[in-house]
């Protein structure tokens, strides 16, 4: 606990919240991206995860049951300056196809960031589970995706803990979507979360 307290500590002070692996949003694991897909987000985190708001981007592609991504993002804490943060992630289908509306995903990762000369990494590893549920010229997609998450900071030991997220995304036709996701990290005496709103693009 004492990683995690240093580094909301850190975030409020200095600059910062607490998750797609980048700092202060959602870690997505909704399935393997059929193609290129873009995507922006805003993430709000209460004040367990920080009290900021967060602007991020991120770019993923699939290469059958492969997927591979990147994000970036921009912090705004409540009380501090602005900091940014950087994530790398590899997705594998492991159930379903594109028959099959129900698909089973692995995802691991890596984001850091540093705070006030603090460096943070996390290394979550989620499952994801998600359906699609097709309707005349639209896609309903909800998922959810337990993980663990291992969160190493400067100067402390590393520490492991139990995250949930999960959220729904609409699609359309012509390849814009627009997604909501919410996600929770269990940890002793905290409890931080993140709500992201955001919208994407497969071309």
Excluded at 33 to 39: C, E, F, K, Y
Excluded at 42 to 64: V, Y
Excluded at 78 to 84: H, S, Y
Excluded at 154 to 161: I, S, V, W
Aim: net charge neutral; hydrophobic share 45%; glycine share 16%.
């Amino acid at each position: 606990m004492r990683t995690l307290s240093l580094v909301l500590i850190a975030a409020s002070c200095a600059a910062g919240s607490v998750a797609a692996q980048v700092q202060g949003l959602p870690v997505v694991n909704n399935g393997v991206p059929v193609g290129i897909n873009l995507a922006a987000d805003i993430g709000f985190a209460n004040a367990d995860a920080g009290k900021g708001t967060t602007l991020g981007g991120s770019a993923a592609i699939g290469l059958g049951f492969v997927g591979l991504g990147g994000a970036i993002a921009r912090t705004s804490p409540e009380n501090g300056g602005d900091m940014w943060s950087q994530a790398v992630s590899a997705s594998l289908n492991i159930l379903g196809g594109p028959l099959v509306p129900i698909r089973v995903t692995v995802m691991g990762g890596m984001g850091w960031w540093e705070v006030a000369g603090i460096k943070t990494t996390r290394y979550p590893v989620s499952l994801g589970l998600s359906a699609t549920i097709p309707i005349p010229a639209l896609s309903i997609k909800p998922w959810l995706a337990p993980r663990v998450e291992r969160i190493e900071t400067t100067g402390l030991d590393a520490e492991n803990h139990f995250g949930l997220a999960g959220g729904i995304e609409l699609a359309m036709l012509n390849g814009l979507s627009i997604r909501a996701s919410y996600d929770r990290l269990f940890v002793d005496n905290f409890k931080p979360g993140i709500l992201s709103l955001g919208v994407g693009f497969a071309p």
